[in-house]
């Protein structure tokens, strides 16, 4: 069977990809190993020149290629506008920051002269999801790129546009042939590409079970890994936030991408001196919102981006509510034929259920309510899970204070998660290992090598 595109907004086959022969994919890697033994050698001036091409591309054709996201994975054009347009920020952000972030590193010894040196390791193999289809293939390119690396992209099996749109976008930018190659591959086919020796690294970001097999496969090759799991983000609301702002923002941040983000809140966290009117005033505004097709510009979440999905997340709220959970905001599939899913609000959520245990990814809230900020805290932390979190107060050293205590690879005071060039984004405990973006993320696939002269 091919890699397929369907539109699921409508259920319609768009497009149907022959998949990569097992020596298509051998050649390819190939081609990257000797682009790499050229690319290595190349200055970060020069390297930094096609970066800054690649963001003029993204910016310029930015309708482009955000239409081809919202056709393949459904979300609202504008969204899928301005991801594009966000990819262009991390280009120049490398271009105008790698060579600083890799130039040697002199330490003070007894020898003449010691140094770490930062030098790429060759073929990067990124595993990427579909939620942001543009977005998460970029965090993992610019500055694999710039670093001196060169990159094969896996991406998910229903954005086969998508990973050939960027593919086509480093070639137009003037970077050397096959430094980025796309690979139209099941995800049966990864272990292969991981185990062959001219790969030296994998970066996955996706499912908390592909993290696992990938860093399984990958631990067996003694190959490095930087995985970007699930997140299950608790979004704290103190006695003393602006509830207007906390509950707009709330609305926002469950609602990104349909509900389909790892960072999105997906645990509001209410201490119950305002959870009665933050309550209310969330209702309101999520049901406010309005769904329709993805391509015209009033429309404020698309469908989910595949109806399996919406049909799981189904079944983790009917679980849920038969185990005890009360339903604040009515919603849900209306038409069975469709990957449509009208966004709701669960509270009384316990351990035991779905909506307390598990990633919900799409448009459903959990509300919990706490006695106060030490019994937030621990429920905010009683998750296998730790990718990002919020916590809003009207006081900013309790915020400090609070977001210290949560345990999560980023924590946000008075502001909805997202990610952005200049900080370090990933995750602990089930959410993954290792960062990307800043200067932390460029030097996760570097051979970080210690050189002595006596």
Known sequence: ???????????????????????????????????????????????????????????NEAEKYGRIISLEMGKPVKDAIAEVKKCASVCRYYAANAADFLKDEEIDTRASKSLIAFEPLGIVLAVMPWNFPFWQVYR??????????VGLLKHSSNVPQCALAIEEIVRKAGFPD?????LLIGS??????????????????????????????????????????????AFIVLEDADLEQAATFAVKSRMVNTGQSCIAAKRFIVVEAVADEFLKQMKEKMANLKTGDPLTEDCDYGPMARKDLA???????????KKGAQVVLEGGRTDTNSAYFKPMILKNVAPGMPAYDEEMFGPVAA?????????????????????????????????????????TGAMFVNAMVASSPEMPFGGIKKSGYGRELSYLGIREFVNQKSIWVE
């Not at 993992?140 to 690396?149: E, V």
């Not at 592909?210 to 970007?228: H, R």
Request: aromatic share 6%.
């Open 1 to 59: 069977m091919g890699i397929v595109t369907i539109n699921p907004a409508t259920g319609e086959l768009v497009k149907t990809f022959e998949p990569h022969t097992p020596e298509e994919v051998t050649q390819k890697i190939q081609r990257g190993e000797n682009a790499f033994q050229q690319w290595k050698k190349v200055s970060f001036d020069e390297r930094a020149k096609c970066m800054q091409q690649q963001a003029a591309i993204l910016e």
């Open 188 to 233: 049966k086919d990864v272990d292969a590409v991981i185990a062959h020796p001219l790969v030296k690294a994998v970066t996955l970001t996706g499912s908390e079970a592909a993290g696992s097999k990938v860093a399984e496969k990958a631990g067996q090759e003694i190959k490095k890994t930087v995985l970007e799991l699930g997140g299950s983000d």
């Open 311 to 321: 049909v799981e997340l189904e079944q983790q709220v009917q679980d849920s509510v």
């Open 140 to 149: 993992f390119l610019a500055p694999a790129l710039m670093a001196g690396n």
């Open 178 to 182: 096959d430094v980025f190659q796309a």
């Open 367 to 407: 509300v919990f309510i706490a006695r106060d900020e030490e019994e937030a805290i621990r429920i905010a932390n009683d998750s296998r899970y730790g990718l990002g979190g919020a916590v809003w107060t009207t006081d900013k050293e309790r915020g400090l204070r609070v977001a210290r205590q949560v345990e």
